[in-house]
């Protein structure tokens, strides 16, 4: 098949969605199948040359809706080439301006919403909500209802998305998410996240790795181990990710506040060996979420038999849970504390054991390989090709 992404951006600090649509194409590529992407990113960007298949970068300017003619043209120009596209995300032009040039060029498409419809935003935001409302009545419900599937990547995202907007229904799925094994070469990423905080070589650390984001709930995580720091003297916590909020200063002077400042520990956005290094390093990886789709990253860890400590509000929770490779709590200060305060209390071989089942687990639910495999055959029932082939 040949099949186009839409999404706002290819920029890896954008997080999830577009991590996963890296690794899903390059696996459906795998499979034989065409995939490329166009954005909405300046042609000038550097990570648009950077990935593994064509990126089409269409964008004039940055503001936060990223309006531009430059989509519907390309999509006119060269909607013949493919068979079926995919919409990533909501609430920008990508999805809007996707939709309304797919529509005219009779490409069927689906539609990943990636946990842009969770009930959180609309508790936490009530006035964007209304805001939202409006533009969902307009425009975004309608890309939903005309869509061949919205496709969920767990039952909790599909349940908790339902009622949050009203008017325009539209055709839900939930397919496979999932993620790729970690790359070859323990050692060599070891050593580049060592580089990285040589100060951590041989010593015990916990793991946040993500976007700063208010939703993230960092700062329960800081306020949670200063609690159980005095009781845990040689264990560290590491706090990595790019800081597109500006949140990441009041993080630190939380820190600091706590008395923190020499055991937390704070990277930046890691990448590459070196992320993969920080995976495999650290007892567990804590995600004190108050929102969370999928959490691609709680996957990754599973894959290098690294221990989740997690919230009930991220969506893939009872898969965590039911595979006994982590611990699951609330998205409070008390409920990061006694996550954290629960892995301490593991014996050695307790730890172990959740450090096998976090890799059974992997294997279990979240192999990139099925997830391109679900996504391909809905992708080929949609398109005129599959269809003619069915008939």
Same mark, same amino acid.
């Given at each position: 098949?040949?099949?186009?992404?839409?999404?706002?951006?290819?920029?890896?600090?954008?997080?999830? #969605?577009?991590?996963?649509?890296?690794?899903?194409?390059?696996?459906?590529?795998?499979?034989?199948h065409a995939v490329e992407v166009v954005t909405l990113d300046k042609p000038s960007t550097p990570y648009a040359? !950077?990935?593994?298949?064509?990126?089409?970068?269409? $964008?004039?300017?940055?503001?936060?809706?990223?309006?531009?003619? !430059?989509?519907?043209?390309?999509?006119?120009?060269?909607?013949?080439?493919?068979?079926?596209?995919?919409?990533? $995300?909501?609430?920008?032009?990508?999805?809007? $301006?996707?939709?309304?040039?797919?529509?005219?060029?009779?490409? #069927?498409?689906?539609?990943?919403?990636?946990?842009?419809?969770?009930?959180?935003?609309?508790?936490?935001?009530?006035?964007?909500?209304?805001?939202?409302?409006?533009?969902?009545?307009?425009?975004?419900?309608?890309?939903?209802?005309?869509?061949?599937?919205?496709?969920?990547?767990?039952?909790?995202?599909?349940?908790?998305?339902?009622?949050?907007?009203?008017?325009?229904?539209?055709?839900?799925?939930?397919?496979?998410? @999932?993620?790729?094994?970690?790359?070859?070469?323990?050692?060599?990423?070891?050593?580049?996240?060592?580089?990285?905080?040589?100060?951590?070589?041989?010593?015990?650390?916990?793991?946040?790795? @993500?976007?700063?984001?208010?939703?993230?709930?960092?700062?329960?995580?800081? !306020?949670?181990?200063?609690?159980?720091?005095?009781?845990?003297?040689?264990?560290?916590?590491?706090?990595? @990710? #790019?800081?597109?909020?500006?949140?990441?200063?009041?993080?630190?002077?939380?820190?600091?506040?706590?008395?923190?400042?020499?055991?937390?520990?704070?990277?930046?956005? =890691?990448?590459?060996?070196?992320?993969?290094?920080?995976?495999?390093?650290?007892?567990?990886? =804590?995600?004190?979420?108050?929102?969370?789709?999928?959490?691609?990253?709680?996957?990754?860890?599973?894959?290098?038999?690294?221990?989740?400590?997690?919230?009930?509000?991220?969506?893939?929770?009872?898969?965590?849970?039911?595979?006994g490779g982590g611990l699951v709590g609330a998205d409070t200060s008390q409920g990061i504390e006694s996550l954290?305060?629960?892995?301490?209390?593991?014996?050695?071989?307790?730890?172990?054991?959740?450090?096998?089942?976090?890799?059974?687990?992997f294997e279990r639910h979240f192999r990139i390989e099925t997830a391109a495999r679900d996504l391909i055959a809905?992708?080929?029932?949609?398109?005129?090709?599959?269809?003619?082939?069915?008939?």
């Amino acid at each position: 098949m040949r099949i186009l992404n839409i999404i706002a951006s290819a920029d890896p600090e954008t997080g999830g #969605p577009i991590e996963a649509l890296r690794l899903t194409g390059l696996q459906m590529a795998r499979l034989g199948h065409a995939v490329e992407v166009v954005t909405l990113d300046k042609p000038s960007t550097p990570y648009a040359g !950077e990935f593994p298949f064509p990126v089409h970068a269409c $964008g004039r300017w940055t503001p936060r809706y990223c309006y531009t003619r !430059e989509l519907a043209r390309w999509i006119a120009a060269n909607a013949h080439r493919f068979d079926a596209a995919v919409v990533h $995300g909501l609430w920008n032009h990508a999805s809007v $301006g996707g939709w309304s040039a797919l529509r005219r060029a009779g490409l #069927p498409y689906i539609v990943f919403a990636h946990g842009m419809m969770d009930p959180w935003f609309r508790e936490t935001h009530p006035f964007k909500h209304i805001a939202k409302q409006a533009f969902w009545l307009a425009w975004q419900g309608r890309v939903l209802r005309d869509a061949a599937a919205v496709l969920f990547t767990c039952e909790e995202e599909r349940r908790r998305a339902r009622g949050v907007f009203r008017g325009h229904g539209y055709p839900e799925r939930v397919v496979a998410f @999932g993620t790729a094994d970690p790359p070859a070469g323990a050692e060599s990423q070891l050593a580049a996240f060592h580089r990285l905080l040589p100060e951590l070589k041989d010593k015990r650390f916990l793991l946040f790795l @993500g976007r700063f984001h208010a939703k993230k709930g960092c700062d329960l995580l800081i !306020e949670a181990f200063a609690k159980i720091a005095a009781i845990e003297p040689d264990l560290d916590l590491v706090v990595a @990710g #790019p800081d597109q909020s500006g949140l990441k200063s009041k993080l630190l002077a939380q820190a600091a506040k706590a008395g923190m400042t020499d055991r937390i520990h704070w990277p930046g956005m =890691v990448a590459g060996d070196a992320k993969w290094g920080a995976l495999r390093a650290a007892e567990a990886l =804590v995600l004190p979420s108050h929102q969370e789709n999928f959490g691609i990253v709680v996957a990754e860890a599973m894959a290098c038999a690294t221990p989740v400590l997690l919230t009930d509000k991220v969506n893939i929770w009872r898969d965590v849970k039911a595979s006994g490779g982590g611990l699951v709590g609330a998205d409070t200060s008390q409920g990061i504390e006694s996550l954290l305060r629960s892995w301490l209390a593991l014996s050695d071989d307790g730890k172990s054991a959740m450090r096998a089942h976090a890799r059974a687990g992997f294997e279990r639910h979240f192999r990139i390989e099925t997830a391109a495999r679900d996504l391909i055959a809905i992708l080929h029932s949609i398109s005129a090709r599959g269809f003619h082939e069915a008939a």
